[in-house]
């Protein structure tokens, strides 16, 4: 029961810290997260909101991970995390 929840709530269910934070930087928008360990952390993207593409992946160690999207492309983008308990 408990990883059928899991897999239907996603990280609601992990109880971990969702918060994904942004600075516009001189590099482009970088993004920053706070990992737990032994938790995969992917930062996807998206420009319609129902597409993902997963631009990053790491699996969580304790520390912060930040990623900056350069501007190579000059789409407006969505971001979220997907995490993913081992």
Not at 32 to 55: D, K, M
Not at 56 to 65: E, I
Request: positive net charge.
């Amino acid at each position: 029961m408990s990883r059928l929840l899991r897999n239907q709530l996603g990280f609601y269910a992990l109880r971990l810290d969702r918060h994904l934070h942004h600075d516009q930087v001189v590099e482009g928008l970088r993004l920053e997260w706070t990992t737990r360990t032994n938790i995969l952390f992917e930062l996807q993207s998206s420009t319609n909101l129902v597409q993902w593409q997963t631009r990053y992946a790491v699996f969580g160690d304790g520390n912060p991970r930040a990623w900056t999207n350069t501007g190579d492309d000059n789409l407006v983008l969505f971001h979220r995390l997907k995490l993913t308990g081992q």
